[in-house]
């Protein structure tokens, strides 16, 4: 019996979000994804860049409030 695909195949927790996070990014500048495309290569690399810090830096912010949380709720459990 072959094997059937699923649905949708497994995607990280985080991709949505790393993705409007960068679509975040180059909205408040001004940008959207075809719109850096068509910049010249020097230009479109610098924003890149700087996108992917600007998201690393939320999703580092995400995490660290994440664990704040659980950290918060598993001290009041044990109380």
């Known amino acids: 019996m072959p094997h059937e695909r699923a649905a949708s195949p497994l ?3 985080k991709a ?3 993705r409007q996070l960068r679509q975040e990014y180059f909205r408040e500048r001004g ?3 075809a719109s ?3 910049l010249p290569p020097e230009t479109r690399l610098d924003i890149l ?3 992917s ?3 690393a ?3 580092a912010e995400v ?3 994440s664990t704040y949380v659980h950290e918060i709720h598993g001290a009041k459990a044990k109380e």
């Open 11 to 13: 995607q990280d927790p």
């Open 16 to 18: 949505q979000l790393e």
């Open 31 to 33: 940008y959207d994804e």
């Open 36 to 38: 850096v495309q068509a």
């Open 49 to 51: 860049r700087h996108a």
């Open 53 to 55: 810090i600007y998201v």
């Open 57 to 59: 830096a939320r999703l």
């Open 63 to 65: 995490d660290a409030r």
